[in-house]
């Protein structure tokens, strides 16, 4: 059973531009979710989609958006790239509802590293 | 708003040693903690999900414990590997308000095998 996909893998772009990341979730799973790593503040919630609504958001500026399609692959895009956006944003999807809600467990995707130069 | 926090940052420890990884966290309404690991530059791997009705799980040489009233968990790895050597993540997920707030992680447990 495959798992989590996402991508790409890498990926480096200038500041003011936008860029989109990609996330395919193990089959099945209708619930994706979306979280930044940085060294300073750790990891953190971006959003969370199930059956192609967003149910819920972090606390993110409004340049951080997504959605998801009905075969349950998201993708989350980021406009006005700034330095600090530089990060490793992972995606993680669950079979019902996220982790949070349902008991299920969250299974991760190897994540895309974005560079703002 | 939740916090969650791991102790110690970091540790060091020879080959064959049993240790223990601490996570706290300040609002015990939850609905579940999912320990992970990660190695560096991936993503992270599940490796033991307790609800928030169970008291511990165990998966080969892990072992996970839950005390929701004081806020704590414990990951006891035994007879520890330089394949171990990763970092340690503890997350808890609960609801508020109208929706699910995703998991909340704490900043691990930077975990060294000596051989």
């Known amino acids: 059973k495959a798992g989590v996909t996402q991508t790409p893998r890498y990926l480096i772009k200038t500041r003011g531009q936008q860029v989109t990341l990609s996330c395919s979730p193990i089959s099945g799973h209708r619930s994706v979710s979306w979280y930044q790593q940085t060294p300073g503040q750790g990891l953190q919630f971006l959003f969370e989609?199930?059956?192609?609504?967003?149910?819920n958001k972090g606390n993110f500026p409004g340049r951080f958006s997504g959605r998801q399609f009905s075969n349950s692959r998201s993708e989350m895009n980021v406009s006005t790239l700034e330095l600090g956006d530089s990060a490793l944003y992972l995606c993680?999807?669950?079979?019902?509802?996220?982790?949070?809600?349902?008991?299920?467990?969250?299974?991760f995707g190897q994540g895309t590293r974005l560079t703002v130069v | 708003k939740q916090e969650v926090t791991q102790i110690p940052a970091a540790l060091s420890v020879p080959e064959g040693e049993n240790l223990v990884l601490n996570c706290s966290f300040t609002?015990?309404?939850?609905?579940?903690l999912q320990w992970f690991r990660q190695d560096p530059g991936k993503g992270l791997t599940s490796l033991l999900l307790i609800q928030s009705s169970q008291r511990e799980q165990t998966s080969g040489r892990l072992n996970a414990s839950l005390d929701k009233s004081s806020g704590r968990s414990t990951l006891y790895i035994a007879a520890s590997q330089p394949g171990d050597s990763a970092t340690y993540l503890c997350?808890?997920?609960?609801?508020?308000?109208?929706?699910?707030?995703?998991?909340?992680f704490g900043k691990g447990t930077h975990l060294i095998i000596q051989p």
């Open positions: 609002d015990s309404a939850i609905y579940n």
């Open positions: 989609y199930f059956s192609e609504t967003q149910r």
């Open positions: 997350a808890v997920g609960q609801y508020s308000g109208g929706g699910a707030d995703g998991l909340t």
């Open positions: 993680a999807s669950s079979l019902a509802g996220p982790a949070g809600a349902t008991n299920t467990e969250a299974f």
